[in-house]
C-alpha cells in the first residue's frame, strides 16, 4: 500500500495513493500505517481523496489504524469521494471520526 506522509499545520498528514482500500489490501495498508505513525506524536490526518472505493476490511483496517495509535491519539479523515463518504455515514463512522471535506478545510480550522 503507497502512503504518502507529510505535515499539515500540527497534524501528521497521511494520503493513501490508492483507488481502493479493500479486503485485498486491508493488511498492507494496516501495516503501512503502523510504520507511518510508529514515530507521529501529532494527530493524524488520513486523506483518501484518491480512495474511489472501500468495503467493510478496508472500514476495519482504517479503525485497526486508529486503534493502534493508542489511547488518547485522535485520528481525522479528510478528503472524501462521494462513495467512500457514504459508506461512513451508512455504518455510523462518521460519528467516530472527524471528516474534513478538504485539506484547506482543516487548515482553516486549525488557524481559528
Same mark, same amino acid.
Request: hydrophobic share 50%; aromatic share 4%; proline share 4%.
Given at each position: ?46 486523506? *483518501? @481523496?484518491?480512495?474511489?472505493?472501500? =468495503?467493510?476490511?478496508? %472500514?476495519?483496517?482504517? #479503525? !485497526?489504524?486508529?486503534?493502534? *495509535? @493508542?489511547p488518547g491519539r485522535?485520528? =481525522?479523515?479528510?478528503? %472524501?469521494?462521494?462513495? #467512500? !463518504?457514504?459508506?461512513?455515514? *451508512?455504518?455510523?463512522?462518521?460519528t467516530i471520526f ?9 487548515a482553516t480550522r486549525?488557524?481559528?
Open positions: 500500500m503507497n502512503l504518502e506522509t507529510s505535515h499539515i499545520g500540527q497534524h501528521h498528514l497521511i494520503t493513501v495513493n490508492a483507488p481502493r482500500i479493500d479486503a485485498a489490501q486491508a493488511i498492507a495498508f494496516k501495516d503501512a500505517m503502523r510504520a507511518a505513525t510508529a514515530d507521529a506524536t501529532d494527530p493524524v490526518v488520513l486523506d *483518501l @481523496g484518491q480512495v474511489q472505493f472501500i =468495503d467493510s476490511s478496508g %472500514l476495519g483496517a482504517i #479503525v !485497526a489504524a486508529f486503534k493502534l *495509535l @493508542g485522535r485520528m =481525522d479523515l479528510a478528503c %472524501l469521494t462521494p462513495d #467512500v !463518504a457514504k459508506v461512513f455515514r *451508512l455504518t455510523r463512522m462518521d472527524a471528516i474534513h471535506p478538504s485539506l484547506e478545510d482543516l486549525q488557524a481559528g
